[in-house]
């Protein structure tokens, strides 16, 4: 029997802990997380993600701040908004929504937020802290994050003897996510577009994460028999069923086929795609905490890293 990861009902967990973290700072220090999000320009999707972060944010009770800039933002003007953020008590997180408009450089931008401060965990002194095996003074890229909760409760927090095999290597998903699972003890491989034999190497992982952008491209005869399967692809395809021009979401992993032979499998959506959104909010708290000398509760870190 197959279990399928309900990861809306995971992340409402996680963000039900958040509420309760973000209560207890106020109680303590009289301030709330504050949590500025930064888009630039007016791709509608981007504007999706900003809207629904900044809900989430205010329904954790933070105190949320959204800078929507123009298009032709220039890089000194976006500078100038990071560099008065870092420097604001109230803010203990920034969040710069990419990608950013072609002619701004989002490396520079990313790399400018002070990393006490770097939500997203892509600062250079996030990654490195993980890549060291610092888990605990940085901040987390937050998808992997999630995936990493999903496969704990699936596997516990060693996972010692287990392969796993991440396809993907960006820094955004790939390498944050091989690190987390080298540092849970998992004999890892990270596979990405020149690797060649793929369906043999997968067939050989207990724990397969596709992270590709290719529309079901993991197939049932690509897997081990009893694997944990996390889909974290999110690509949108035609849906001629649903009618004429409409399209739906599928992952990088084709469930239909892969859901029997599988013994752990996340939809998509609603799967790993909540927990991206619970875990920046679960960023943002723990920021505020260090940023006031606190830890956060018990509850939420038993939830988030066992
Ligand atoms: N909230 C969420 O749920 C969330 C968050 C982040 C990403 N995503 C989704 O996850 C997917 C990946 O995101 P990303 O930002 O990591 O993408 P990305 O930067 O485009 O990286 C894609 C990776 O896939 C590899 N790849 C491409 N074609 C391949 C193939 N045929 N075989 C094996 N590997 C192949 C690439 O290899 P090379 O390095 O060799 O080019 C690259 O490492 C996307 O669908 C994205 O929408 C979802």
């Given amino acids: 029997m197959t279990t399928i990861i309900d990861g809306k009902a995971v992340a409402a967990s996680i963000t039900g802990a958040i509420k309760d973290a973000n209560a207890e700072l106020q109680a303590q220090t009289g301030r709330k997380t504050?949590?500025?999000?930064?888009i630039v320009g007016d791709d509608p999707a981007s504007h999706t993600y900003v809207g629904a972060k900044s809900r989430m944010a205010k329904e954790c009770g933070f105190f949320s701040v959204q800078h929507t800039l123009p298009k032709e933002t220039t890089q000194q003007q976006l500078a100038g908004l990071v560099h008065r953020l870092n420097g604001d008590d109230a803010i203990h997180g920034i969040l710069v929504q990419l990608p950013?408009?072609?002619?701004?450089?989002?490396?520079?931008?990313?790399?400018?937020?002070?990393?006490?401060?770097d939500v997203d965990g892509l600062h250079v002194?996030?990654?490195?802290?993980?890549?060291?095996?610092?888990?605990?003074?940085?901040?987390?890229?937050?998808?992997?994050?999630?995936?990493?909760?999903f496969v704990r409760r699936v596997?516990?927090?060693?996972?010692?003897?287990?392969?796993?095999?991440?396809i993907g290597r960006s820094n955004l998903f790939g390498k944050p996510m091989a690190q987390l699972l080298l540092n849970a003890n998992a004999t890892v491989t990270i596979a990405h577009s020149r690797t060649s034999g793929l369906a043999a190497v997968c067939r050989n992982a207990d724990i397969v994460i596709a992270a590709v952008g290719r529309p079901?491209?993991?197939?049932?005869?690509?897997?081990?028999?009893?694997?944990?399967?996390?889909?974290?692809?999110?690509?949108?395809?035609?849906?001629?069923?649903?009618?004429e021009d409409r399209t739906r979401l599928v992952g990088d992993v084709d469930f239909a086929e892969c859901a029997p032979i599988a013994s752990v499998i996340t939809p998509v959506p609603g799967g790993v795609g909540p927990m991206t959104i619970a875990m920046l909010m679960a960023n943002s708290v723990i920021a505020a905490h260090r940023a006031s000398g606190l830890k956060v509760s018990g509850q939420l870190s038993k939830l988030i890293s066992g």
């Fill in 100 to 117: 950013l408009p072609q002619h701004l450089d989002a490396d520079a931008v990313i790399q400018s937020i002070r990393p006490e401060k």
């Fill in 125 to 149: 002194a996030n990654a490195g802290k993980l890549a060291t095996g610092d888990l605990e003074s940085g901040l987390i890229s937050c998808t992997p994050a999630g995936a990493t909760v």
């Fill in 155 to 166: 596997h516990g927090g060693d996972l010692s003897g287990l392969n796993a095999l991440v």
């Fill in 216 to 243: 079901e491209m993991v197939k049932a005869n690509w897997l081990k028999p009893g694997a944990t399967v996390i889909d974290v692809g999110i690509n949108r395809v035609p849906a001629p069923e649903k009618g």
């Fill in 34 to 38: 504050g949590l500025a999000v930064i």
